[in-house]
């Protein structure tokens, strides 16, 4: 099929209709890993499980789920985005419920540390999918709205989590029960929608990055063959590092949170508890806005945007944390955070097919998600200690959960550095 063909009304019709199905699947997705935050004070009421050990609990989850990418992302490549996608969101789903019945330490982390599993089954095979159908330059826009799909999950997240508990007036463990019933559907939806490559609807597959077609040598490569070739490319290294810490912002962010806006006396404040929804909203629009800069304004040159959102992130969290409580501007700023925060996720994750190819792209993208959640899974027991021991206060003993923000500032800075040593 020639250039001119996967411009027309079919090519593109099709086209939109895998990338809806994949962005309706995601949009839901988080439902299932990024409710944990607003479950906090609950299980501590109930289970009398400290800050730091929940901090463990989640660092569980994220480890796991950094050790899923490495193994899902290259079975996308396999089997297929579709497929791996619907698997994970019925996993998914049952290990939540499994979570809601928790009773203490090990059994909560043994079911959440599980999930992870679970839940790294939608990202890098749908990122697969994603790149099977649009080209290096058009691939910025895509993954933006893919990414846009991510951040409206944890706004989704956010929301229902708060439904439950202030609306509903369920306990805690029904945070693990009713928002996931939408990750189901969106399982179902990618299953009967989207497709993997062009070729299932009967068009030519779009030319490889690489030097090839999906059809070429590049798709008889072993696992292990690619495995290597990924490890061995020291810019896509040292872009997982680079979004290693820039995951560390964002978890941070979205775990601690809702815990400093669901504080002791959030039960007779009926609106504050709702600001924290500007996190995950900011988060929404800066990832398809970073996209669309580095493929419009910056040739698809991806680490200046990179760079330039993180210490504007640095900045906003560092401001967070010196607004007075109850301030007019925290609502603004927190939206600033998370904007700057998660938007360059598209950028990254456009970077991956970039360094590797398209016909590599799960793989890619599975090794640097493995760098992303290894790292976040380390912030998170540190940030729980740092939260409760206070070692900067002059009584010890008193928590300060504010400290998520200077915490986050400095990861933010470390990623913005590393991201101007990435070189297309």
């Known amino acids: 099929m020639s250039s001119k063909e996967h411009h027309s009304p079919e090519f593109l019709r099709a086209r939109r209709r895998s990338l809806g199905a994949v962005m309706f699947c995601y949009l839901f997705y988080y439902t299932g890993r990024q409710t944990f935050g607003f479950a906090i004070p609950g299980i501590q009421a109930e289970l009398g499980i400290d800050k730091q050990t929940l901090g463990w609990i989640s660092a569980a989850m994220l480890w796991s789920y950094a050790a899923g990418q490495m193994i899902n992302g290259n079975l996308g490549d396999r089997f297929g985005g579709r497929r791996m996608m ?28 599980l999930n992870g599993l679970a839940q790294s089954m939608g990202w890098a095979p749908g990122s697969r999918l994603v790149s099977n159908w649009f080209t290096a330059g058009e691939r910025g826009r895509a993954f933006g709205m893919y990414v846009f799909a991510a951040g409206l999950s944890s706004v989704l997240s956010y929301v229902t989590s708060l439904v439950v508990l202030d609306v509903l007036h369920l306990d805690w463990r029904w945070i693990f029960r009713l928002p996931v019933l939408l990750m189901l559907l969106g399982g179902f939806v990618v299953w009967l929608v989207a497709r993997d490559r062009p070729s299932d609807l009967g068009f030519a597959d779009l030319q490889d990055d690489a030097g090839g077609t999906e059809e070429g040598p590049i798709e008889h490569e072993t696992a292990w063959q690619r495995y290597a070739l990924a490890l061995s490319n020291g810019r896509l290294l040292l872009a997982g ?26 039960k007779d404040d009926p609106v504050g508890k709702w600001i924290s929804i500007a996190l995950p909203i900011g988060m929404a629009l800066g990832a398809v806005t970073s996209g669309w800069i580095s493929d419009r304004l910056c040739g698809s ?7 330039s959102f993180m210490l504007l992130a640095a900045a906003s969290a560092m401001l967070m944390y010196w607004l007075p409580a109850g301030s007019r501007f925290g609502v603004p700023v927190l939206f600033l955070a998370g904007f700057f925060a998660y938007g360059p996720q598209s950028a990254f994750w456009a970077l991956a097919p970039d360094l590797l190819g398209r016909a590599r792209a799960g793989t890619a993208v599975g090794v640097m998600n493995f760098f992303a959640y290894a790292m976040a899974g380390l912030g998170e027991p ?27 500032a400095a990861a933010a800075g470390c990623s913005a550095a590393l991201a101007l040593l990435i070189r297309r």
């Open 382 to 408: 540190l940030i729980g200690w740092m939260v409760q021991h206070n070692p900067f206060a002059t009584t010890p003993g008193v928590e300060n959960v504010a400290l998520v923000f200077p915490i986050v």
């Open 86 to 113: 619907c698997l994970g969101a019925v996993a998914s789903f049952i290990l939540n419920w499994l979570t809601s019945f928790g009773s203490g330490t090990r059994s909560l982390a043994t079911a959440w540390g």
């Open 241 to 266: 590092l680079a979004i290693g810490f820039q995951n560390t912002v964002r978890y941070g962010l979205l775990i601690w949170v809702p815990v400093y806006f669901l504080g002791k006396d959030f």
């Open 301 to 307: 040159r991806r680490s200046g945007v990179i760079s």
